[in-house]
């Protein structure tokens, strides 16, 4: 080929409507899966793109060459010894091998290699043009796809999102030939189902795929889109006196529930306006998709709504809308209102009639589990000092009040303010305010990577809450496994791990986890303490090693670090942050040489004791006397300076023993035949191989590079 024939592919799916909340996700896997398939199969392009609306999810591929890259390649054959006979004719197997490469059997190679004397063929193959390569690609996309939930639809036992319903493959304007569970690829694709023609739209090519999208009211690029709707509604907003409040979130729910954006404004009655703030703004954003709008930060009786669609009808749309939200505004009063005629506190005993779990009471018994743990979290102190003499009656008053909006009516209509609502009651019924803040803290975080609690009590009352979740749910042996994880644990894993890395208070997770254990025993009898305690443990310690390598730390140094086990998780961050800091430095490699011969004799002691006056040899001696010094030294340090600095400073006095510890092992026999003298040397063995885990285990380190 003397030139590259490069044109776009389009590969659309056309499928009923896809849930928003999927629509993200699927882009993303769509543009991983296609690029990594059309590199495996040594196909040249220039960008890989994915639009989705929500009747489409189309894969767009920017100058894709007409052929593969060929490929040269060396296959491995038989022995010699079974290629060749003795007199050194080629055996049945040598030419049934250069058979199957396509070559003659001359043309084997003979090569040596570590596992001994082999043939091999060279072989070239020529790349294949992309038709007869890329329609195994689309299927391998469509069935490599993963989504929450999906459906089976006709006689198939395929499942997807949901039901495919025409699929359009166009190399430039060259049709592929395509068939997937029955529906056979064309260049047909169907527009907006008002604004479009009522029957499929043809497509002349993919380079007009845009365009003709366009023509047939569909804006196909939930990019061009989303900015589209963001400058509609502001207009919007603007045109209504007001600023829209553009919340990303749903932003992009809107985006991926339109084709084609027409913004409009809706009022309601001004009374509304008296209720809570977030009473107005949940049914308006959750439940309708509606942008509120506010002047001078103040919520204002004006909303914006998007359609999918143009402006025919517009203002039977604005009044069919405006009547929704008047009746959910409406039953949002009605809640309010009955439920300021009942303190929270008076809630209380209503939570007994609420199921936290089966086998683990009520939700009053969680509530009062919490209350214990949360104080005896506070009164370990945290970074910050410790408790105020306010804070113990505080927390408590916050753990009594913090299940209790679930009795309310407005937390039973719109399930997602639960924590909100109570903290608003509670400023309402003049409840302190760190009071009332933590009892929406206490949920926090919502996600991972979210905003964690700010008050101290909110923070204490998040941890015990998450524990106390852990603790129930695993001592039912409801233990996460694969992708099932229905009672959120891993969520609450990590945030229990993220509050405490900030807050650092006096209690170990481990220690919470066991109190919380404690806790639950009683009430709900369950597996034995010490399954349930290893099974927490064991998820614990996984979320935090998985957690740190997704952020992109090296596996060997996570293992390392992870010696410090996830009691402190910030205690882990800080020794792999002196690991990173200093891998390379000279005193490393001297700190991990020294660890390794230390942990090599060490598996034999029997504990981390020994006398100095039973040390006989010069060498064990010295390196006693250097030991002793460096273990003070080095305890000082990690108290005084618990940071990576303090950290990499501790391993560098570590890494000051080498010399003695060599001298040791070269001069004294650790494994005498004196049973007492062979102990006391396995202990002081054990004593500096102990010493030196409490910064990390550096037998784990795979490269000091």
């Given at each position: 080929?003397?030139?590259?024939?490069?044109?776009?592919?389009?590969?659309?799916?056309?499928?009923?409507?896809?849930?928003?909340?999927?629509?993200?996700?699927?882009?993303?896997?769509?543009?991983?899966?296609?690029?990594?398939?059309?590199?495996?199969?040594?196909?040249?392009?220039?960008?890989?793109?994915?639009?989705?609306?929500?009747?489409?999810?189309?894969?767009?591929?920017?100058?894709?060459?007409?052929?593969q890259?060929?490929?040269?390649?060396?296959?491995?054959?038989?022995?010699?010894?079974?290629?060749?006979?003795?007199?050194?004719?080629?055996?049945?197997?040598?030419?049934?091998?250069?058979?199957?490469?396509?070559?003659?059997?001359?043309?084997?190679?003979?090569?040596?290699?570590?596992?001994?004397?082999y043939?091999?063929?060279?072989?070239?193959?020529?790349?294949?043009?992309?038709?007869?390569?890329?329609?195994?690609?689309?299927?391998?996309i469509?069935?490599?796809?993963?989504?929450p939930?999906?459906?089976?639809?006709?006689?198939?036992?395929?499942?997807?999102?949901?039901?495919?319903?025409?699929?359009?493959?166009?190399?430039?304007?060259?049709?592929?030939?395509?068939?997937?569970?029955?529906?056979?690829?064309?260049?047909?694709?169907?527009?907006?189902?008002?604004?479009?023609?009522?029957?499929?739209?043809?497509?002349?090519?993919?380079?007009?795929?845009?365009?003709?999208?366009?023509?047939?009211?569909v804006?196909?690029?939930q990019?061009?889109?989303?900015?589209?709707?963001?400058?509609?509604?502001?207009?919007?907003?603007?045109?209504?006196?007001?600023?829209?409040?553009?919340?990303?979130?749903?932003?992009?729910?809107?985006?991926?529930?339109?084709?084609?954006?027409?913004?409009?404004?809706?009022?309601?009655?001004?009374?509304?306006?008296?209720?809570?703030?977030?009473?107005?703004?949940?049914?308006?954003?959750?439940?309708?998709?509606?942008?509120?709008?506010?002047?001078?930060?103040?919520?204002?009786?004006?909303?914006?709504?998007?359609r999918?669609?143009?402006?025919?009808?517009?203002?039977n749309?604005?009044?069919?809308?405006?009547?929704?939200?008047?009746?959910?505004?409406?039953?949002?009063?009605?809640?309010?209102?009955?439920?300021?005629?009942?303190?929270?506190?008076a809630?209380?005993?209503?939570?007994?009639?609420?199921?936290f779990a089966?086998g683990?009471?009520?939700?009053?018994?969680?509530?009062?589990?919490?209350?214990?743990?949360?104080?005896?979290?506070?009164?370990?102190?945290?970074?910050?000092?410790?408790?105020?003499?306010?804070?113990?009656?505080?927390?408590?008053?916050?753990?009594?009040?913090?299940?209790?909006?679930?009795?309310?009516?407005?937390?039973?209509?719109?399930?997602?303010?639960?924590g909100?609502?109570?903290?608003?009651?509670?400023?309402?019924?003049?409840?302190?305010?760190?009071?009332?803040s933590?009892i929406?803290?206490?949920?926090?975080?919502?996600?991972?990577?979210g905003?964690?609690?700010?008050?101290?009590?909110?923070?204490?009352?998040?941890?015990?809450?998450?524990?106390?979740?852990?603790?129930?749910?695993?001592?039912?042996?409801?233990?996460?496994?694969?992708?099932?994880?229905?009672?959120?644990?891993?969520?609450?894993?990590?945030?229990?791990?993220?509050?405490?890395?900030?807050?650092n208070?006096g209690?170990?997770?481990?220690?919470?986890?066991?109190?919380?254990?404690?806790?639950?025993?009683?009430?709900?009898?369950?597996?034995?303490?010490?399954?349930?305690?290893?099974?927490l443990?064991?998820f614990?310690?996984?979320?935090?090693?998985?957690?740190?390598?997704?952020?992109?730390?090296?596996?060997?140094?996570?293992?390392?670090?992870?010696?410090?086990?996830?009691?402190?998780?910030?205690?882990v961050?800080?020794?792999?942050?002196?690991?990173e800091?200093?891998?390379?430095?000279?005193?490393?490699?001297?700190?991990?040489?020294?660890?390794?011969?230390?942990?090599?004799?060490?598996?034999?002691?029997?504990?981390?004791?020994?006398?100095?006056?039973?040390?006989v040899?010069?060498?064990?001696?010295?390196?006693?006397?250097?030991?002793?010094?460096?273990?003070?030294?080095?305890?000082?340090?990690?108290?005084?300076?618990?940071?990576?600095?303090?950290?990499?400073?501790?391993?560098?006095?570590?890494?000051?023993?080498?010399?003695?510890i060599?001298?040791?092992?070269?001069?004294v026999?650790?494994?005498?035949?004196?049973?007492?003298?062979r102990r006391?040397?396995?202990?002081?063995?054990k004593?500096?191989?102990?010493t030196?885990?409490?910064m990390?285990?550096?037998?784990?380190?795979?490269?000091?590079?």
């Amino acid at each position: 080929m003397t030139a590259i024939n490069r044109r776009d592919l389009l590969f659309e799916l056309g499928i009923e409507e896809i849930p928003a909340r999927f629509a993200a996700k699927a882009a993303s896997d769509m543009e991983a899966l296609g690029r990594r398939y059309l590199e495996d199969a040594r196909l040249r392009f220039d960008t890989v793109t994915v639009f989705v609306t929500p009747r489409r999810l189309a894969l767009y591929v920017e100058g894709l060459g007409e052929f593969q890259g060929s490929l040269d390649r060396k296959v491995k054959g038989p022995s010699l010894r079974v290629a060749y006979d003795p007199s050194g004719k080629p055996t049945k197997a040598a030419l049934g091998f250069a058979k199957s490469q396509g070559i003659v059997v001359d043309n084997l190679l003979k090569v040596s290699d570590n596992g001994g004397d082999y043939v091999y063929a060279d072989v070239h193959e020529e790349g294949k043009r992309i038709d007869s390569v890329v329609p195994g690609i689309c299927e391998n996309i469509i069935r490599s796809m993963t989504f929450p939930k999906n459906m089976r639809w006709g006689n198939s036992d395929f499942r997807f999102v949901r039901p495919i319903r025409w699929i359009a493959l166009l190399w430039g304007d060259e049709v592929m030939g395509f068939t997937f569970e029955g529906i056979e690829a064309g260049s047909r694709s169907f527009g907006h189902r008002t604004l479009g023609p009522s029957g499929p739209i043809g497509l002349q090519a993919a380079e007009t795929y845009k365009d003709a999208m366009r023509s047939a009211g569909v804006i196909v690029d939930q990019r061009e889109r989303a900015e589209m709707i963001s400058e509609l509604v502001k207009a919007a907003a603007q045109a209504a006196g007001g600023e829209a409040d553009m919340d990303p979130g749903l932003l992009e729910e809107v985006n991926y529930i339109v084709e084609m954006p027409t913004a409009f404004v809706g009022r309601f009655d001004e009374q509304y306006l008296m209720l809570p703030e977030i009473c107005v703004t949940t049914p308006m954003m959750g439940h309708q998709r509606y942008f509120p709008v506010r002047r001078g930060g103040k919520l204002i009786n004006s909303f914006v709504a998007v359609r999918n669609g143009g402006k025919q009808g517009i203002e039977n749309v604005r009044c069919g809308n405006e009547r929704v939200l008047a009746a959910r505004l409406a039953d949002a009063k009605f809640f309010f209102e009955e439920d300021m005629a009942t303190k929270l506190a008076a809630r209380l005993d209503s939570l007994d009639g609420v199921t936290f779990a089966e086998g683990l009471g009520s939700m009053k018994d969680k509530t009062l589990r919490i209350a214990g743990l949360s104080s005896r979290i506070l009164s370990t102190g945290d970074r910050s000092g410790m408790p105020g003499e306010n804070e113990p009656s505080m927390l408590r008053e916050a753990a009594l009040l913090s299940k209790c909006d679930l009795a309310t009516n407005m937390v039973k209509e719109f399930t997602e303010l639960e924590g909100e609502i109570g903290s608003i009651y509670a400023v309402i019924e003049g409840k302190d305010k760190t009071v009332a803040s933590a009892i929406a803290e206490h949920y926090l975080p919502k996600y991972t990577g979210g905003p964690l609690p700010i008050t101290r009590i909110g923070a204490c009352l998040a941890m015990a809450d998450k524990a106390d979740s852990l603790a129930g749910y695993f001592g039912l042996g409801k233990v996460p496994t694969g992708s099932t994880d229905p009672f959120a644990l891993r969520r609450s894993a990590l945030g229990l791990m993220a509050i405490h890395e900030q807050k650092n208070p006096g209690m170990d997770l481990d220690e919470m986890l066991k109190e919380a254990v404690d806790g639950i025993w009683p009430e709900a009898a369950p597996r034995p303490k010490e399954d349930i305690l290893k099974d927490l443990g064991d998820f614990m310690e996984g979320r935090l090693k998985g957690q740190l390598i997704d952020e992109g730390h090296r596996y060997d140094l996570v293992e390392a670090a992870m010696v410090l086990g996830y009691g402190r998780p910030s205690s882990v961050r800080v020794a792999l942050g002196a690991l990173e800091k200093d891998l390379g430095e000279g005193w490393m490699e001297e700190m991990a040489t020294a660890f390794i011969r230390v942990r090599n004799i060490a598996k034999d002691a029997a504990d981390a004791s020994y006398e100095e006056g039973m040390l006989v040899e010069e060498a064990e001696k010295a390196l006693s006397d250097g030991y002793s010094k460096a273990k003070d030294e080095i305890g000082r340090i990690l108290v005084a300076d618990p940071s990576v600095d303090g950290y990499a400073k501790a391993m560098n006095r570590f890494a000051g023993l080498k010399p003695a510890i060599d001298r040791f092992f070269d001069e004294v026999m650790v494994m005498c035949e004196d049973e007492a003298l062979r102990r006391n040397r396995l202990g002081l063995v054990k004593s500096i191989e102990t010493t030196a885990l409490r910064m990390a285990d550096f037998s784990k380190i795979t490269t000091l590079q």
